[in-house]
């Protein structure tokens, strides 16, 4: 299977979700050969990867950050990162508003929810977020805007285990958004599903996938 066969397999599943096409760990040739084929989404995991990616392939690609962001590392994606999906901590969320203050832009990002039963993965919980999205920094923040939630469900074969993760952050992602009503709070985008979960993430209401094994083939590493 080519790697535009495969986009065109995942596509015909989307039903008006996004797809984001996560390149981690390939070639640049493999997202030229998906950006021929009319993708412009790429998902990265690695500032440094993403950047070098980002300065020798087209400059109509959007750059997609997965993966835990490190704060010292945040400057060199801010200029032309086009949605973090991985903001897990107010500390984070203050540097990438500090950075994009520094060249006055506002920088979309997607809060990253815990919502795995088993796995032991980055992100926040339901008090957390609370905590951050009434908080005074938060408020004062305004080179950022949140425009969603992220979360990965467990890795796991039980498909009603996954689909109750999915559906817990759905139920967040509708909470937050009767509760709240700031100019910064714009939820709409709700990032969920993978290779292995991403139909069942769609039939729960995620507006964008982030696909990887399943359009470049199994990885040897991270
Ligand atoms: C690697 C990764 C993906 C894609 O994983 P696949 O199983 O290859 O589709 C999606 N989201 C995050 C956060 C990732 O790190």
Known sequence: MSIISNINEVKKKLDGCQLIAVSKTKPKEDILAAYEGGQRAFGENKVQEMADKADALPKDIQWHMIGHLQRNKVKYIVPFVHLIHSVDSVRL?????K??????????????????????????DENELHELLTSEEFKNMNF??????????????????????????KKIFDKV?????????????????????????????????RVGSAIFGERNSH
């Open 177 to 209: 958004n009767s509760q709240f009503n700031d100019e910064k709070l714009n939820l709409k985008e709700l990032s969920m599903g993978m290779s292995g979960d991403y139909p069942i993430a769609i039939e729960e209401g995620s507006t964008m996938v």
């Open 99 to 124: 950075q994009g203050e520094k060249i006055e832009r506002v920088v979309p990002v997607l809060l990253q929810m815990h919502i795995a039963e088993e796995d032991t993965k980055f992100g926040l």
């Open 144 to 169: 950022i805007e949140v425009q969603g939630l992220m979360g990965m469900a467990t890795f796991t074969e039980d498909k009603e285990k996954i689909r109750r993760e999915f559906k817990f952050l």
């Open 93 to 97: 969320l203050k540097e990438i508003n």
